[in-house]
């Protein structure tokens, strides 16, 4: 009997659908409340001078699972208080603790003590780039400010203003880009965002807790908490407490994956083999569509065991490869040699299939506006969800990235001001849309031009040591997309969101910036009060050092590694794999697991596949379509969560013993 | 269209495999299959989307 054939677009709705455990049915609430908002002030400043100290003294934050403790905290507090606690209220929260306690954690995201540091090590000076360093970066490396370790002096005026410029900038773009491209891919596309409803139904399990009676999503959110916490004690727990007490910390499974690379070179040499063994990720498996985990699967397996040792090794196509490397060493000179190339090409075919994709659906839109069609597949938003006029987004977008340019031709007017717009008008968009649409099949970004700095660096011939401090105009705004997405999930009006997003960045910019004046008022950084600081900042010193210098002979390995036919092969092998079949009438999601997983290690997918396998073929008949597909993001919501406490539990655990016990040696 | 969107993919998967097996995998060619892939594509979804019956 002949396949019939489904189009992409209906293909996607069937999966949306599957991930809309509501069934597209809901209406929209605001989540911003001033309980709320006073809740994630509190808490975030709370929190985030101690995740930055914790980054600088251990390396850790503990950002990942704090505003979960934040989301419990708030609605153990509304049971107390005999209230109830909306989903919508808390994943605001959520979002606006992520925000806060993430916030200046990385000491390049506010790099002015950083740069302090930099400008007087002896890398900087032996490499010549001391007294290089812009006035908008740093003061002079003698000045009163940095001597006296203060933010809050005049010296700081300039890079202090223009990094406050600059970052109110990018979140304009950021909120501006990330709805536009959310309109294009989950409303027109109808693209399913995967990994969306994990975030969603945390946050809706979560709210049922502070009303009256509690629902399945409690009692699934509580089993994989609790799974979570057993397989976070196994996995993290034990070897982070063992390692208080032992030199060498105890690992139940050796983390992060067991390397079974040499023990294939003889039958598969130049094939990569290591298995993952975190096993929590069985839930992705759980939660991921099957046939892409299945493809992905096949296509990694095919690449290892027939492409790499069989072809490529054969015609010395891999030449670098040699008997008794590891994956690590495996994988370096295997994307030397080829994977670099091929994965540019291939990314470059998802966005062409994407935009041979979409704009043939913008063109029947007009067929379906005269039709009166709405919602979903069309760019007519469903009604209360607090929608802004996409022209209006696109508009702003233009308008902050043509500001931005603006300022960076400013800061350097020596160089070709058409790379910076390239940069802005051409790459970043395409760069976005292609990221965009991984997020929305696969829940990961697939596309990153590597030493594109670099690479546009020697194209312009421009010299100065200055353009390596600016933070150019390329911008991914492809994750972002997916909040938007929960956002929809949870029947959350976009507005509260942006307005609540409004709200708390200038206040968090003021306070990480004096937070961090008050951490480098206690001690030097990096100094022995800042042991992470202290083993790891002077080698990024030379590490950036390194790579400000690395062209001036104009030579880069990495450069040299892009080469055309095998981006041209990538891309190609990609768009024939499309387009056999849809001559076939497979499904595209096909496409989407073969081409992701050409190349990649079959080892590292296997906790995924298991989970995938496991829900196919078990959990399915067990509980039935529908129902599985309303309990796994809800499971693993819970997990991560469970996995976020017991990390952060013994992490702080570690890091308390290890300031009290003094060892006897 | 549909059998012009066949067509067209064909020869492109058909032109990128000569040039893979026999003109060493040089990109002008590839590109080449390329374009015609694209064009294939293309058309196959402007079918699906605008002049296919659906049930």
């Not at chain 1, 994630?40 to 985030?48: D, E, R, W, Y």
Request: net charge positive; with cysteine; aromatic share 16%.
């Amino acid at each position: 009997m002949a396949r019939e054939r489904v189009s992409q677009a209906e293909e996607w709705q069937a999966w949306a659908q599957r991930y809309d455990v509501e069934g597209g049915i809901r209406t929209f609430e605001s989540g911003l409340t001033l309980k709320v908002f006073l809740g994630a002030v509190f808490i975030g400043l709370l929190m985030m001078p101690g995740s930055i100290y914790l980054t600088l003294v251990a390396g850790q934050s503990g950002a990942g699972a704090a505003p979960w403790v934040a989301v419990i905290l708030f609605t153990e507090l509304a049971r107390r208080s005999f209230t109830t606690a909306r989903r919508q209220e808390l994943y605001i929260l959520l979002g606006l603790t992520t925000l806060a306690v993430g916030s200046g954690i990385h000491y390049r995201a506010y790099p002015f003590v950083w740069y302090a540091y930099f400008i007087n090590t002896p890398q900087a000076a032996s490499y010549e780039i001391a007294d290089k360093i812009p006035y908008w970066v740093a003061p002079a490396k003698d000045a009163i400010a940095i001597a006296e370790r203060s933010l809050l002096h005049m010296d700081w005026f300039w890079p202090i203003a223009i990094f406050l410029i600059m970052k109110l900038l990018s979140e304009v773009r950021y909120i501006s880009a990330g709805y536009f491209l959310f309109r294009l891919t989950a409303d027109l596309e109808r693209l399913p965002y995967p990994l969306a409803p994990i975030s969603a139904q945390g946050a809706t399990a979560l709210a049922e807790t502070t009303g009256r009676g509690e629902t399945w999503r409690w009692r699934v959110f509580s089993i994989g908490s609790m799974a979570g916490l057993f397989w976070g004690f196994l996995y993290i727990g034990i070897p982070a407490l063992s390692g208080v007490m032992m030199s060498k910390p105890i690992e139940i499974l050796k983390i992060p994956f067991i390397d079974f690379t040499t023990s294939i070179e003889g039958f598969a040499p130049s094939g990569m083999f290591a298995l993952a063994t975190d096993f929590g990720q069985i839930l992705q498996g759980f939660v991921l569509p099957f046939p892409i985990i299945f493809c992905e699967f096949a296509a990694a397996l095919f690449t290892q065991f027939f492409l790499n040792p069989q072809v490529l090794y054969r015609f010395e196509i891999l030449h670098q490869w040699r008997p008794g490397l590891d994956m690590r060493g495996t994988q370096l000179f295997n994307n030397l040699d080829f994977w670099l190339s091929f994965d540019m090409g291939k990314s470059f075919s998802f966005a062409a299939v994407g935009l041979a994709a979409s704009i043939p659906i913008m063109l029947s839109l007009r067929k379906g506006q005269q039709k009166g069609t709405s919602m979903r597949g069309s760019l007519t938003p469903p009604p209360g969800r607090g929608d802004f006029p996409i022209w209006l987004m696109a508009g702003i977008w233009a308008s902050s990235m043509g500001l931005y340019v603006w300022i960076v031709h400013r800061m350097v007017p020596n160089f070709p001001v058409s790379f910076l717009l390239g940069f802005a008008f051409l790459y970043t968009p395409l760069h976005s849309y292609i990221n965009a649409r991984t997020f929305g099949v696969l829940g990961r970004p697939l596309f990153q031009l590597p030493y594109i700095h670099q690479a546009t660096f020697i194209l312009s011939r421009y010299e100065e040591i200055d353009i390596w401090f600016v933070h150019l105009p390329d911008e991914d705004y492809g994750p972002g997309t997916q909040h938007w997405r929960v956002l929809e999930l949870t029947g959350t009006t976009f507005t509260s969101d942006v307005l609540g997003r409004v709200l708390i960045v200038p206040l968090l910019i003021a306070s990480t910036l004096v937070v961090w004046h008050f951490v480098w008022k206690i001690a030097p950084i990096p100094s022995s009060q800042y042991p992470f600081a202290q083993t790891w900042w002077p080698l990024y010193a030379t590490e950036e050092c390194l790579w400000k210098t690395s062209l001036r002979d104009g030579n880069s390995q990495m450069l040299q590694a892009i080469r055309g036919d095998y981006v041209s092969a990538g891309f190609t092998s990609s768009l024939a794999i499309y387009g056999l079949l849809w001559m076939a009438k497979l499904p595209s999601m096909w496409f989407y697991g073969i081409v992701g997983g050409i190349g990649q290690d079959p080892g590292m997918m296997i906790p995924r596949v298991l989970g995938a396998f496991i829900g196919r073929f078990y959990m399915i008949k067990r509980f039935g379509l529908k129902r599985w597909f309303m309990f796994n993001p809800v499971l693993a919501a819970g997990f991560t969560c469970g996995v976020g406490l017991v990390g952060m539990g013994t992490v702080a655990i570690a890091l308390v013993s290890k300031a009290v016990i003094v060892k006897p040696f | 269209m549909e059998k012009i969107a066949t067509a067209l993919i064909f020869i492109g998967a058909i032109i990128w495999g000569y040039s893979i097996l026999f003109m060493e995998a040089r990109w002008k060619p590839q590109m080449l299959s390329a374009a015609i892939l694209i064009t294939g594509i293309v058309i196959a979804h402007v079918w699906e989307e605008l002049f296919r019956e659906k049930r």
